[in-house]
């Protein structure tokens, strides 16, 4: 029983984050919304839904860095791209810890769109809170006493002296 507890603590915990824009979006033209990861491998999840006009959207994710190729470059530095739809979702493994650039693009008409995106950074085993730590501590004592008490059990026929000494 308490090796399933210690595998349930021990199992990294994923912290999340979300954050919702909307706006108007004129045919042909594009807007961002920045995200900030703090550890490499954070994984971003973006959601664009029209929720007024007929045009259909375009979903990017690029490092804030790229943005100014992004506006002139045919070929377009993206982490990951989803559309044309009317509702697109798309995920994206961030590499390194920075400032990235969720972009929405109406190529044809005129759209208010509205944006979801949620950040899931890994925390790692050594960031746990005193409470987990406490708790594993604690886990890992009782396991230990526990063995210790049953191992005792189990010798003290043989560590008794001779009968009637």
Do not use: N
């Not at 377009?76 to 810890?97: I, N």
């Not at 890992?140 to 049953?150: D, E, K, Q, T, W």
């Amino acid at each position: 029983m308490t090796a399933w507890w210690l595998l349930l603590l021990a199992v990294p915990a994923m912290a999340a984050s979300v954050v919702e824009h909307a706006f108007e979006l004129p045919a042909g033209e594009w807007r961002f919304a920045e995200v900030t990861t703090a550890q490499p491998g954070t994984v971003i999840h973006a959601e664009c839904l029209v929720t007024r006009g007929e045009g259909p959207v375009i979903l990017e994710v690029i490092a804030k860095s790229q943005l100014d190729a992004h506006k002139t470059a045919a070929r377009r530095p993206y982490l990951a791209r989803q559309g044309p739809a009317q509702s697109v979702r798309l995920t994206a493994v961030a590499g390194d810890p920075g400032v990235y650039a969720i972009v929405v693009e109406s190529p044809e008409q005129t759209a208010a769109v509205r944006l979801q995106i949620r950040l899931e950074e890994e925390r790692l085993a050594r960031e746990l809170p005193a409470g987990q730590r406490a708790l594993i501590t604690a886990l890992s004592l009782g396991a230990f006493v526990a063995i210790l008490v049953y191992a005792g059990g189990r010798l003290r026929p043989y560590l008794r002296g001779p009968a009637g000494l």
